[in-house]
């Protein structure tokens, strides 16, 4: 059933609040993913979100949905990035996917019957990403995969995955593509799971491809396009993830709020202290403009802006979150690093998890001085600041000097 924007958040507030937080403690003790707090996602409508709604999506835009991720990351970050993950893929199956695929994939994924995951990083390709190996031959009458994937989430777990692999042998992304694979197909192999900071119940690891047979019509993006599609599905996940770090950091600031209020100190509460109340203020603004952050982005994904602004959101919301974590913390003081008093300890480790997934903070950096270099090399020359009329540096480059100061030479 479909549901409005407003109907999906507050299902979402709902799940995180009688499913998520409650469970969480338990599914790390049994190391197991929760496929029946998924499989209530799904009934609540939150498993196909962009999805069209022929295939039982919801068909939210980016920029009506993106709360959700912020709701489902106050129950927890690690199961909110893997919803994530799962309406991404789904999103991708939905709209691009050839007719049976779609057939065969889009109802179970938005039904919760199956998981879907992403794949790009391999054990030597994280941050730089055009350097996979995992090649996609042409066989008889299909394809053959045959690689190394690595921080694979719901490795043995999901159902679907859609893989970036390359047809050729060259560097660069021009032979870059994406299939979609079906886990269960002969040659697929979890070799390791890691042993993670946190969230025991969430399985990453290595995935060995071994001679896997790929129909023709599972190629989601052929050679040349795959890059661009991973890439327009990673700035969908950098938005997720920020509105993911605020809802953590929401999380920091209440427990702070409750604990501060009501641990008696020198007569009163720690939360009578103007320090403690400023440090809250600071993480409350911080909270905010990380919102208002995510929200920029998600209203401009799919334009020439998208990158960019998921870039933004990224770098900032899990700084920020890891900040709000850690202070919080503090102000429970040693009573903070107790995992049976406080959730801080996790939050500090959930929020590390979230600086890396989908790209590193140098990543998103990267991104956002490409942005501004190319400004830069628009840009006229500088205005004259010494009266003058004359721009003076001393440390023009020399062959931009004669440009520089021609305009004003002229005037
Ligand atoms: C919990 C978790 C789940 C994940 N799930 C998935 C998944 O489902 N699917 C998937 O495909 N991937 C997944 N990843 C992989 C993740 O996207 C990569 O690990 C990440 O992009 C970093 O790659 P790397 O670990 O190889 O680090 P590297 O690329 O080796 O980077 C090492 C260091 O160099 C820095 N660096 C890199 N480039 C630059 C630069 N130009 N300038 C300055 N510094 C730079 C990085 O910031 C980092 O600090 C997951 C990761 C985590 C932690």
């Known amino acids: 059933m479909m549901g409005t924007p407003a109907d999906l958040h507050e299902a979402a507030r709902r799940h995180a609040a009688d499913v998520?937080?409650?469970?969480?403690?338990?599914?790390?003790?049994?190391?197991t993913?929760?496929?029946?707090?998924?499989?209530?996602?799904?009934?609540?409508?939150?498993?196909?979100?962009?999805?069209?709604?022929?295939i039982g999506g919801q068909a939210l835009s980016y920029a009506d949905g993106m709360r959700v991720f912020e709701e489902l990351g106050r129950g927890d970050a690690a199961y909110a990035f893997t919803l994530s993950m799962h309406n991404a893929v789904t999103a991708a199956i939905g709209a691009f996917a050839a007719p049976g695929v779609r057939r065969r994939w889009g109802r179970a994924l938005t039904s919760g019957e199956a998981l879907g995951g992403f794949?790009?990083?391999?054990?030597?390709?994280?941050?730089?990403?055009a350097a996979i190996t995992t090649r996609l031959t042409p066989d008889f009458s299909g394809f053959r995969l045959n690689g190394t994937k690595a921080w694979v989430t719901l490795c043995g777990e999901a159902d679907v995955f859609l893989v970036a692999c390359r047809t050729g042998t060259e560097r660069g992304t021009s032979d870059v593509a994406m299939v979609v694979l079906d886990a269960a197909r002969e040659g697929v192999e979890t070799v390791r799971l890691y042993d993670t900071m946190t969230s025991a119940f969430l399985p990453i690891g290595e995935m060995r491809l071994h001679d896997v047979r790929i129909e023709p019509d599972e190629v989601l993006a052929p050679a040349g396009s795959g890059f661009q599609a991973a890439l327009g599905a990673i700035d969908v996940a950098r938005t997720d993830i920020a509105a993911i770090a605020v809802g953590l950091a929401v999380e920091a600031l209440e427990a702070a709020l409750a604990y501060t209020r009501d641990r008696a100190l020198f007569g009163g509460s720690v939360l009578?202290?103007?320090?403690?109340?400023?440090?809250?203020?600071?993480?409350?603004?911080?909270?905010?403009?990380?919102?208002?952050?995510?929200?920029?982005?998600?209203?401009?994904?799919?334009?020439?802006?998208?990158s960019v602004a998921a870039a933004h959101a990224k770098r900032f919301c899990p700084d920020m979150a890891l900040k709000a974590a850690v202070e919080c913390a503090e102000l429970f003081g040693s009573y903070g690093w107790l995992k049976d008093v406080s959730v801080l300890p996790r939050l500090v480790g959930l929020a590390r998890m979230l600086q890396t997934v989908d790209g590193t903070r140098e990543v998103q950096r990267v991104v956002i001085a490409r942005d501004l270099v190319r400004r830069a090399k628009a840009l006229g020359a500088p205005r004259a600041t010494n009266g003058s009329g004359r721009y003076v540096a001393a440390d023009v480059v020399p062959a931009d000097r004669e440009r520089i100061a021609a305009p004003s030479t002229a005037s």
């Open 20 to 31: 998520v937080r409650p469970g969480v403690a338990g599914w790390d003790a049994a190391a």
């Open 33 to 54: 993913f929760p496929r029946d707090a998924s499989s209530q996602a799904a009934a609540a409508g939150l498993l196909g979100l962009f999805a069209p709604a022929s």
């Open 119 to 129: 794949s790009l990083t391999e054990p030597h390709a994280g941050s730089d990403a």
């Open 272 to 306: 009578d202290q103007q320090a403690v109340q400023f440090a809250l203020a600071d993480i409350e603004t911080d909270i905010v403009a990380g919102r208002l952050l995510y929200q920029h982005a998600a209203a401009l994904l799919g334009t020439r802006e998208g």
